[in-house]
């Protein structure tokens, strides 16, 4: 498991068959690009999946004010709120009618609401080692074509992250109960 941001950027620049670097800011063509491109990578890798280790809980208060037309309430979201995954009300019900304008939830939910999201998670201590791969691809396709100039590498890195990203997301998945599924009307129709 990669324990830190550069030993990931690492694993990248080694796929690519470029030199390490030691530090975001070692002077190197390498290490800027991988300062510039760490934040967005990062942040695409965990918005794509509700991470085990990228999720966290909040209740969130009304602010003042409600939205100016659909929505009775408006809701700040956190600020490292990457991606929701359940809206939940004050009765613990889910919320099935929502939607997210700017920073903020809207939804007819009277306060408090509570959410599931995806949280910017920024220490690499706390990423799964398969996370960490896919990161790692996902940053070796983004550098290859500005590090060797070939469209060809960042394709064949991109498809590389495609098949981590696929392990990572499967494995990440199975760690946990899933949410029961009850029988609703729509389920238990008889078609007619």
């Not at 080692?129 to 896919?134: G, I, K, Q, Y």
């Amino acid at each position: 498991m990669a324990t830190s941001v550069i030993e990931i950027c690492n694993n990248a620049l080694q796929d690519l068959g470029e030199e390490p670097i030691t530090t975001f800011s070692d002077g190197s063509k390498a290490a800027r690009l991988c300062a510039q491109r760490w934040p967005s990578v990062r942040d695409a890798v965990l918005r794509s999946h509700p991470w085990n280790c990228a999720m966290a809980q909040a209740d969130l208060p009304a602010n003042q004010g409600a939205p100016l037309w659909k929505w009775a309430c408006r809701y700040e979201l956190p600020a490292d709120f990457l991606r929701i995954v359940r809206v939940v009300s004050a009765v613990q019900q889910t919320v099935h009618e929502w939607e997210i304008q700017g920073r903020h939830i809207l939804c007819d939910e009277a306060a408090p609401l509570f959410i599931a999201y995806v949280r910017r998670e920024t220490d690499p201590q706390r990423y799964d080692a398969l996370l960490s791969e896919a990161l790692a691809a996902r940053m070796a396709s983004a550098l290859a074509y500005p590090l060797t100039g070939s469209t060809s590498l960042a394709q064949a890195h991109w498809d590389v992250y495609g098949r981590k990203l696929l392990e990572a997301r499967g494995v990440d998945a199975r760690e946990g109960v899933p949410e029961s599924v009850t029988a609703n009307a729509w389920l238990t129709a008889k078609m007619g």
